[in-house]
Structure formats: C-alpha cells, structure tokens
C-alpha cells in the first residue's frame, strides 16, 4: 500500500485513522535504521572513550580508576571522591558508570544522527553540526572545570578532552559511512 492509498480510504476521501494506523512501511524501516544507527554511534563513542581511560589507567597503574571515580562522583557527590588518591576500585561503581556512560553517549548519538539527517535535506544546517560539536566538548570542560574541578584535576583535563575528542572522531567517521549525501553550508 503506497503513502497515499494509506491517507485516502476506499471513496478517495482522507481517513486520518487508516494514515495514523498504518505509516508508509519504507518510513518506518527508515525510522528504525536511523534510531539503531543513532544507538550504535552513542556505543561508538562511550567505548571509545572508556577504552581510552582504561588504556591511560593501565599505563598509569590503576586499571579501572577513572570508572570508580567518576562513578563514586555521580552516585555519592564530588565530595565522596575528593581523596581521589586513596580511592579503591569498586566494580558496582565501574558497572554503575559505564551504564550512565553508555545511556549518555547513546543520548548523544541519537541527536547527532538525527541533526545529520536535517542536514542532508538542507546544507546550511551542516555548519550547525559542526557548531554544535564544538559547544557542546567547550561547554563539557567548562562546566567540569567549575563544578567538579578535583575530579577533573584527578583525571588530568587534557586527558579529558583528547578522550572526547577521539569519541567524536570515532563517531563522526561512523555517521559519516552513513551519510554519504551530508554536506555543509558555512
């Protein structure tokens, strides 16, 4: 059934209830894609970054540290976690951060899919992708700096944000084989 047979009942008059009831099936199959391409971005883009703090805590002797801490900040306040120093690992706080990352970045993943797909119907809204990402990895910092300055001090911010910035890498160049048509407007 097309998209206009679903809107038109069987005189050609609309039938709102047979158009809400039943969407053009290639509209929902896009919807679907796009909503599990938006997922898999966000996933992307916490393992990514998870990797890399792993990676930076084996290096530095503390597999599992940055997970414990940030997990102990986000459950107990900042204040929980201000003797970073002698903070021991704690797997119900590595499971509980990395759920809260992962829902975070699948988050993030679903407004960047859905953003590149208004900038594939209209080019000046690609410079807005763009803008956006800027802001948002600014606005992450400052917003760290500020209300959770010991924690990021603990985590080192350069690590902080050259973590961000290879989640965004990894995710762009994941939405990027999906979008092929995206182009971008100054």
């Known amino acids: 059934m097309s998209y206009r047979e679903a809107r038109l009942g069987a005189l050609g008059h609309y039938d709102s209830e047979r158009a809400v009831s039943s969407p053009p099936a290639s509209a929902s199959v896009r919807a679907t894609f796009l909503s599990r391409e938006g ?16 990676a930076l805590d084996v290096v530095r002797g503390r597999p599992l540290y940055t997970p414990t801490l940030l997990g102990t900040a986000l459950l107990r306040g900042p204040a929980a976690a201000a003797s970073a120093e002698n903070l021991q690992i704690s797997f119900p706080m590595v499971l509980f951060f990395t759920l809260v990352h992962g829902l975070v970045f699948m988050a993030i993943g679903l407004a ?21 990402s800027v802001i948002f990895l600014s606005g992450f910092l400052f917003v760290s700096l500020i209300f959770a300055a010991e924690i990021l001090h603990a985590l080192s911010w350069p690590a902080v944000l050259a ?3 290879i989640a965004l890498g990894a995710m762009s160049a994941y939405l990027r084989r999906h979008h092929p048509t995206f182009k971008m407007l100054p």
Do not use: C, H, M, P
């Not at 997922?39 to 792993?54: C, E, M, P, Q």
């Not at 899919?113 to 690609?126: H, M, V, W």
């Open 112 to 132: 960047a899919q859905r953003l590149l797909q208004l900038a594939e119907k209209n080019a000046n809204y690609g410079f807005g992708v763009i803008l956006l």
């Open 39 to 54: 997922i898999v971005a966000g996933l992307i883009g916490a393992s990514t970054i998870a990797f890399w703090f792993l």
């Open 163 to 165: 973590g961000n910035l």
